[in-house]
């Protein structure tokens, strides 16, 4: 059950759940299956379960930037991008992120997994947690003709998933964009031979999203796995609006920390606290999972003493190893017959696409196919672009300098061998059916909708596995005051040199057919002018026009202390004993792609690593 009071809490719930995003509220529903243990879940935003800007997949961002669904995150300054800083839109509702984003549904490769039990995580490889990358979703194929024209001859449908909350699926408009996409990369020999969720291969597809077959609606952890059998039980209390202030520990001499339960305060303003009999469990996210940490007394002791909290646990990679997906875009004027999202932007006609989806659930607004490709540096495949790529590493990745980061050394050894391995990709492409301008401001809000007349497509160019490392940490004692967010971007020089190679690529794609055809000849670009075929040209993209792909990880990360870990191979906070992190802060190395897919798979696996350990 749910409400926005505390009207009939209890004193004490077995387990208290920090987040009702993705992952609280997937170990909500899974814990709560035993009807013999309590569950409270505690999310800061309200229930928004019934609003069509959710519902609808296409209306995704009319929810960004509007405190009534997203926190409004922006960085500060970074360096690496001319001083610009960048917003990062999170779901401030039920479902979390997964009820205001894109709904892209991506998975990891092989290596981008194994690499996390190589960093010390047993049990924590591609082979082990390929199950539960289906356990979380129900997959609908596609009808013939959409096979057809999408070219899913490479999907694996023994590979999906068959029974889970999450409806999959490739929604309902698919225009010529869409069809002549994998015709592109066939053509210029980069077809896609594997499903992506077999973890191996590389070339251009089209994406599937979290989007329900058969009602066309946005498919989510709010909607799907607090869903209405799971909201009527007994043992299971989703509280909305409270705002979590810090985790109660206990400290006993020659033990490890308890935590004991957590304070709140609800909207109207007044304090709660509420005991955990098991287990406190953070689900906040990237960026508010270590800020809550570092409120209760769990961070660096210098960093805890300037914001006058006291210290709990000494641990100064609390925050640190934050990771992103950099991503450039180049936007392309497109052919005067080709359908754009950018015709949307007349009232009328978006009016119009309102209608016809309410009518009918057909249309512009049904979204769901996405147009993507996983690859390397196309000029580093034979032997002597190995050499060169080769001799790129070397001169970029030194370690004489000691480094803040204990496993920075591992982490570039892994880093390293995805970038020279054959089955792996160094980029992630996505075509967005519409203009991106990144001068016209740092919100989303501003720069993806059309600010600059005609109709366009946009190359995005967002790297699979980033070199440099941010952090997001407390300013004070204050829980309502946002974190500072410092992801770094291109900091490290081997970011921008991979990303300019993908850059240069783009022209050679725009040039292809039957691409080239949808495109005007000689048409405009955002920025305006912009021409990449030089590798120069290429280096200057990123820094003019690096957003974010909207997937932080990496902030409490599952390694052991003496490499900079937060949590351990069973998501207990070190030195704690029933502490727990469960969302993509605890990710220690960024996988290729989106992460939702990521987020469901840690958390499925999480319920079970939870009940196992409480038998």
């Keep these: 059950m749910e409400r926005t009071s505390n009207e009939t809490l209890l004193d004490s719930y077995d387990y208290i759940v920090v987040g009702g995003g993705t992952s609280g509220l997937v170990l909500a529903s899974r814990l709560s299956e035993d009807p013999s243990v309590t569950v409270l879940v505690l999310e800061a935003g309200a229930d928004r379960l019934s609003d069509n800007r959710i519902t609808t997949p296409g209306l995704a961002l009319t929810t960004w930037d509007n405190p009534d669904f997203d926190w409004q995150f922006m960085t500060t300054p970074q360096a690496g991008l001319n001083g610009r800083t960048v917003a990062h839109p999170r779901g401030r509702t039920l479902g979390g992120s997964t009820a205001i984003h894109l709904g892209l549904m991506t998975y990891p490769s092989r290596a981008g997994v194994d690499s996390w039990e190589k960093l010390g995580n047993k049990g924590w490889n591609f082979d082990t947690l390929r199950p539960y990358y289906q356990k979380f979703h129900t997959y609908s194929p596609p009808s013939k003709e959409i096979n057809n024209l999408l070219a899913l001859d490479y999907m694996d449908e023994g590979l999906q998933g068959k029974s889970g909350p999450i409806k999959v699926s490739f929604g309902g408009f698919h225009g010529p964009l869409q069809k002549e996409w994998p015709e592109t990369f066939k053509r210029l020999n980069y077809k896609s031979r594997a499903d992506p969720l077999s973890g191996l291969g590389y ?4 994406n599937p999203a ?31 609006e409270a705002v979590v202030r810090k985790i109660l520990l206990e400290k006993t001499s020659g033990r490890p920390v308890s935590a004991k339960g957590v304070q709140f305060s609800l909207k109207e303003g007044q304090d709660q606290t509420v005991r955990a009999s098991r287990e406190v469990i953070l689900a906040a996210g990237a960026f508010q999972s270590p800020q809550i940490l570092e409120l209760s007394g769990i961070g660096s002791r210098a960093l805890l003493d300037r914001c006058k909290v006291e210290t709990i646990i000494d641990n100064p990679f609390v925050g640190e190893n934050l990771q992103d997906h950099a991503m450039a875009s180049l936007s392309f ?9 950018d015709v949307l932007r007349d009232p009328q006609i978006f009016a119009a696409a309102i209608e016809e989806y309410n009518k009918s659930k057909t249309g512009f607004l049904t979204a769901g196919t996405y147009c993507s490709a996983y690859m390397p540096v196309v000029d580093f495949l034979d032997q002597g672009g190995q050499a060169k790529l080769t001799e790129l590493l070397d001169t970029h990745l030194s370690y004489d300098a000691p480094s803040a980061f204990p496993a920075q050394k591992q982490q570039h050894e892994l880093l390293r061998m995805m970038l020279q ?9 996505i075509m967005a059916p519409f203009q991106i301008n990144v001068h016209a401001g740092a919100k989303p809000t501003e720069y993806l909708i059309p600010s600059t007349e005609g109709n366009y497509m946009t190359l995005c160019a967002a790297l699979n596995h980033p070199f440099s490392r941010g ?7 204050d829980p309502t005051e946002k974190p500072s967010v410092d992801p770094k971007y291109l900091s490290h020089p081997l970011d921008n040199e991979i990303l300019a190679r993908h850059v240069q690529y783009m022209e050679k794609l725009v040039a292809a057919e039957p691409l080239a055809s949808l495109l005007k000849k000689d048409g405009r670009r955002i920025p305006a002018n912009k021409h990449v075929g030089k590798l120069e040209e290429a280096r200057s993209l990123g820094p003019q026009t690096v957003t974010s792909n909207f997937h932080p990880t990496g902030t409490c990360a599952m390694m052991s202390k003496e490499l900079g870990g937060v949590v351990n191979e069973r998501l207990l906070v070190h030195d704690t004993d029933n502490l727990r992190v469960v969302d993509a802060s605890i990710i220690p190395l960024e996988p290729r792609g989106n992460i939702q897919s990521s987020v469901y798979a840690i958390a499925e696996r999480a319920a079970d690593i939870i009940r196992e350990d409480m038998r």
């Design 203 to 206: 070339g251009g597809h089209s």
């Design 421 to 429: 391995s054959k089955d792996d990709s160094s980029i992630h492409y």
């Design 471 to 477: 952090s997001v940490h407390i300013s004070s004692a």
């Design 210 to 240: 979290s989007i329900d077959a058969d009602s066309k609606t946005r498919s989510h952890a709010g909607s799907d796995y607090y869903n209405p059998e799971v909201k009527n039980r007994a043992n299971l209390r989703v509280l909305t």
């Design 333 to 341: 004027e497109a052919a005067d017959d080709t359908p754009t999202g």
